[in-house]
Nanobody, 120 residues
Framework: HVELLESGGGLVQPVGSLSLSCTTS????????VGWYRQVPGNQRALVAT???????EYSDSVKGRFTVSRDNAKNTVDLQMSGLKPEDTAVYYC??????????????WGKGTLVTVSS
């Protein structure tokens, strides 16, 4: 049973900055890949950024250089620092955890999402 709770969404103007945070009580947080995805109406959920248990990161090309994902294993949190925000960044942002069971089997867990609106 994995619960993920996002916070930090809101309204921000273009080129502004915003930080999101996700926390979980999952006991094996530190050993799994976590990160962020986002979704806009009419589109599928898409990668924003992930970070592995070893600290390796992956970013969508659309956010690379503007967003930074980080994790704090002592606090069981994963954060997303966003800067240079654009209207096209508007979406519901979902916290993500990949629970792996062997090398080829995984279960994806999602938070309920937090809305980020980038608008003037």
């Amino acid at each position: 049973h994995v619960e993920l709770l996002e916070s930090g969404g809101g309204l921000v103007q273009p080129v502004g900055s915003l930080s999101l945070s996700c926390t979980t009580s999952f006991r094996f947080f530190s050993g799994n890949t976590v990160g962020w995805y986002r979704q806009v109406p009419g589109n599928q959920r898409a990668l924003v950024a992930t970070i592995t248990s070893g600290g390796l990161t992956e970013y969508s090309d659309s956010v690379k250089g503007r967003f930074t994902v980080s994790r704090d294993n002592a606090k069981n949190t994963v954060d997303l620092q966003m800067s240079g925000l654009k209207p096209e960044d508007t979406a519901v942002y979902y916290c993500y955890l990949e629970l792996r069971n062997g090398g080829s089997v995984s279960i994806d867990y999602w938070g309920k999402g937090t809305l980020v609106t980038v608008s003037s």
